[in-house]
């Protein structure tokens, strides 16, 4: 199947959007040789609120509506996200028709001092995060840390660490690489130390539902590895609802046609947290991950999501 006319990319226009657009865009024309393609950036509320933790901004989508109204107005053929940022419900007549093949799913520390890990960080090092996930985990093992808000893209973190603004700060290591910063990373944070928020490393394509056409280009670049795990955890956060208050973080890794699961949930200052391991057949993951979600719902019980209003 082929197009009669550029197909029209959307992104955001960050430069770590940007640059894993151009990636993609060029796995897409690897895949279907010959195709013309055109980026097209959209701006979301998450690069033009600054100054609050999106946490605060609350409501839905904040990193992805506006491309999905270039999606319905017609004005891109598909957009680009970072699988992370991507409610687990899509407006209707809207699909992710793929998802790429993984990149590392770990955070990564940076710090302005040398500091390699939080080891070295003296009691009351302030912790530059606006992410309720890492605040929790940083907190759960280091309460003698300090979280100051940090927002704006990853280059705008990275000045402001520079700059004074804290100590140290957690950036996705996949987000580093497609920068190609990674160097600016002091380490490489365990999965047990810094468990992942849900999706983390991992793009998806948003497209029209019936847009076979579009759809047809993009069936060669689709992960099914990549796509089991995030149905095991992206159904372990549809099941607790998670919103960005929720601080929240799953890992599903896969073995052959087995399943392993691992979810976790925190209350913000860290102070109490609920885990759980789930494993199973690959084939089942969107059931796993609503398993697991709903178990961490019940241990964490009514009070916990009144705790977070
Ligand atoms: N919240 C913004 C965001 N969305 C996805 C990534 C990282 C890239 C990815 O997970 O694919 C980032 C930046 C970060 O968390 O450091």
């Given at each position: 199947m082929?197009?009669?006319r550029?197909?029209?990319?959307?992104?955001r226009g960050?430069?770590?959007?940007?640059?894993?657009t151009?990636?993609?865009?060029d796995?897409?024309?690897?895949?279907?040789?010959?195709?013309?393609?055109?980026?097209?950036?959209?701006?979301?509320?998450?690069?033009?609120?600054?100054?609050?933790?999106?946490s605060?901004?609350g409501?839905?989508?904040?990193?992805?509506?506006?491309?999905?109204?270039a999606?319905?107005?017609?004005e891109v053929d598909?957009a680009?996200?970072?699988?992370?940022d991507v409610?687990t419900?899509?407006?209707?007549?809207?699909?992710?028709?793929?998802i790429l093949e993984?990149?590392?799913?770990?955070?990564?520390?940076l710090?302005?001092?040398?500091?390699d890990?939080f080891a070295?960080?003296k009691?009351?090092?302030?912790?530059?995060?606006?992410?309720?996930?890492r605040?929790?985990?940083?907190l759960m093992?280091r309460?003698d840390?300090k979280?100051?808000p940090l927002r704006?893209?990853?280059?705008t973190?990275?000045r402001k660490l520079?700059?004074g603004?804290?100590?140290a700060?957690?950036?996705a290591?996949?987000g580093?690489?497609?920068?190609g910063?990674?160097?600016?990373?002091?380490?490489?944070?365990?999965v047990?130390?810094?468990l992942p928020a849900?999706?983390q490393g991992?793009?998806g394509?948003?497209?029209?539902?019936?847009d076979?056409a579009?759809?047809?280009?993009l069936?060669?670049?689709?992960?099914?590895?990549?796509?089991t795990?995030l149905d095991?955890?992206?159904?372990?956060?549809?099941?607790l609802?998670?919103?960005c208050?929720?601080?929240i973080?799953?890992?599903?890794?896969?073995?052959?046609?087995?399943?392993?699961?691992d979810?976790l949930?925190?209350?913000?200052?860290g102070?109490?947290?609920?885990?759980?391991?789930r494993?199973g057949a690959?084939s089942?993951a969107?059931?796993?991950g609503?398993?697991?979600?709903?178990?961490?719902?019940r241990?964490?019980?009514?009070?916990y999501?009144k705790?977070?209003?």
């Open positions: 082929s197009l009669s550029p197909l029209r990319i959307g992104t960050s430069p770590m959007a940007l640059a894993q151009g990636m993609v865009r796995k897409i024309v690897a895949a279907n040789p010959g195709l013309e393609t055109e980026i097209v950036v959209v701006s979301t509320v998450a690069d033009r609120i600054l100054d609050r933790p999106l605060e901004i409501g839905k989508g904040l990193f992805t509506k506006e491309l999905e109204q999606l319905f107005a017609d598909v680009v996200h970072s699988m992370k409610e419900w899509l407006p209707d007549g809207l699909a992710i028709a793929c993984r990149d590392d799913p770990r955070d990564a520390f710090s302005a001092n040398g500091a890990g070295d960080l009691a009351g090092s302030r912790i530059g995060t606006s992410s309720l996930r605040a929790a985990q940083v093992r309460p840390l979280i100051v704006g893209n990853a280059n973190r990275m520079e700059a603004e804290c100590d700060t957690l950036l290591l996949a580093l690489q497609r920068l910063m990674e160097d600016v990373a002091r380490s490489v944070l365990g047990d130390e810094m849900v999706a991992a793009l394509i948003e497209t029209r539902i019936g076979d579009v759809r047809a280009l069936a060669p670049i689709a992960c099914a590895r990549t796509t795990a095991a955890e992206r159904g372990l956060l549809a099941e609802d998670g919103s208050r929720t601080p973080a799953a890992l599903a890794r896969i073995e052959g046609d087995r399943l392993t699961l979810g949930l925190f209350l913000p200052d102070s109490r947290h609920w885990g759980v391991t494993e690959a089942d969107a059931a796993i609503q398993d697991a979600g709903a178990e961490l719902k241990a964490a019980g009514d009070t999501f705790h977070l209003q």
